[in-house]
């Protein structure tokens, strides 16, 4: 699907509505139990159903239950028109066993950015299902116990968590329970121009692999104007390197220690990957770099940087090759692995997830037929189309069989099946603090980005004082 910009104001308001509405319920949502199902054979057949305009062959499996479930939506626009389709296919497969899905579309991560999903489960009003773009703070509602393990659940409906990507289960896991399933993922990657890279003399068969090579093209490609610049090699915190962890897991920093439960920004790595941000910004004056971007369009728009050729590189998912289909059919790009520190995760990836959970509280019965929806979502056939237009991925790797793409032989879909199954993915910094954690962080970078007397470990551990506190006081 294609993947919002967390609204980092939104972020920080759901989680002061987070506070107040646990202080309101008795200072604590109900504890999580483990759902007990009663185990039965479980019956898979094939079934061949309309989805839009299409026809798609499918899984069904029969659990003996029947009976609706209610599902909450993150989606909106054309996300939202596709997700339909997926539940009305949904509702046709399962027709003859009595089992109806009831989609709502809800705003905002399906209630999860402004506090509407936890005034539902403090009000029982919750729906039985939810899928939400917004993981970091999914996995903080787990933590706060919102959210229902699944293990048992997936067990009876024949669904194996040990079939996803290792990358993935940093998000499904909390405390060696399996509370969130990710409905597909994306992979991150340094996109550069050829045409730009041949008019600066580079080689575009041999594009960069080490971020020395990185620094190499990046300053190839800059061209000053006077006092300003007409073009820039790349800006790093650009698109995906202005999310707050992505770029740090490529230089192999863990801003969380699960293991040990202790915020963790005064790694070796992580002060690297800030010394060289700021090494940017000390070479190219972080002013002179705002007035250049200013007015600049975003993703989404063809006055994008990359599509109009005022930068020759930029870090970000699969997803930007729809934007660019869309908004800069001629554009000539590549993609490759980002380039990582000799100390860095190479040929690896970041994943951002749009996850499913079943809030705390739900019926058994329910839970058991809304998990079949999840099933149902995982399969390569029914996220075909929402594939071939985002390059998005599935989470299980027997699912890129019976994706048109794969069929076709696309080279950049193998490569990122390729990056998809590097045991060095993941989804960094996953905490009880998550969502500030991200925002402090990105405050942080900012500020040495602006102000270069700053030193990055000083600051890097006074951030990591002040979270730990903060996680500790939870």
Request: with cysteine.
């Amino acid at each position: 699907m294609i993947r919002k910009r967390r609204n980092i104001l939104a972020v920080v308001a759901a989680g002061a509505m987070t506070m107040s509405l646990l202080a309101g319920c008795g200072g604590q949502i109900a504890p999580v139990e483990t759902v007990s199902v009663e185990t039965t054979e479980s019956n898979t057949t094939s079934k061949t159903v309309a989805m839009g305009d299409r026809q798609i062959d499918v899984e069904v499996t029969d659990i003996g239950l029947s009976g609706s479930f209610t599902y909450w939506s993150a989606f909106t626009g054309d996300s939202a028109t596709w997700e339909q389709e997926r539940v009305d296919a949904f509702n046709e497969a399962y027709k003859d066993l009595g089992i109806t899905c009831e989609v709502q579309y809800v705003p905002d991560g399906a209630g999860i950015n402004n506090g509407k999903l936890l005034s539902a489960i403090a009000g029982g009003t919750a729906p039985d299902l939810l899928i939400t773009d917004n993981p970091t703070s999914a996995y903080q509602y787990v933590a706060e116990g919102s959210f229902m393990p699944l293990d048992e659940i997936l067990k009876q409906i024949d669904l194996d968590v040990n079939s996803f990507y290792d990358g993935c289960k940093d998000v499904m896991y909390y405390e060696d329970q399996c509370f969130l399933i990710p409905q597909d993922t994306n992979v991150i990657m340094l996109y550069f121009r050829p045409d730009i890279a041949k008019e600066c003399g580079l080689d575009i068969d041999n594009p960069p692999t080490t971020l020395d090579e990185l620094d190499a093209w990046a300053e190839a490609m800059t061209v000053a104007d006077g006092d300003n610049y007409s073009r820039l090699g790349i800006i790093p915190w650009l698109d995906s390197g202005d999310d707050a962890f992505v770029l740090p897991f490529f230089f192999g920093a863990d801003p969380y220690d699960k293991e040990n439960k202790k915020i963790n920004l005064t790694s070796e790595n992580m002060v690297s990957y800030m010394e060289w941000i700021q090494s940017y910004a000390k070479k190219y004056d972080p002013e002179k770099i705002n007035a250049f971007s200013s007015g600049l369009g975003g993703m989404f728009s063809p006055d994008h940087p990359f599509m109009t050729g005022k930068v020759g590189m930029t870090f970000t998912g699969n997803w930007f090759t729809g934007a660019l289909r869309a908004y800069a059919p001629d554009v000539e790009y590549t993609a490759v692995p980002v380039p990582v520190p000799e100390y860095g995760r190479a040929k690896s990836s970041t994943f951002g997830c749009n996850v499913f959970a079943i809030p705390n509280g739900t019926d058994p019965e329910k839970a058991s037929l809304a998990a079949l929806y999840i099933k149902f979502c995982e399969q390569g056939s029914v996220n075909d189309d929402n594939f071939c237009q985002w390059r998005s991925i599935p989470v299980i790797d027997a699912a890129f069989d019976d994706v048109t793409l794969t069929k076709e032989g696309d080279p950049m879909y193998a490569m990122e099946r390729e990056i998809a199954a590097s045991p060095e993915n993941g989804i960094p910094a996953l905490c009880s603090v998550s969502a500030e954690l991200s925002t402090q962080f990105q405050t942080l970078r900012e500020n040495l980005i602006y102000d270069t007397s700053l030193d990055p470990a000083t600051e890097l551990k006074t951030l990591e004082e002040q979270m730990q506190a903060e996680m500790d006081s939870k």
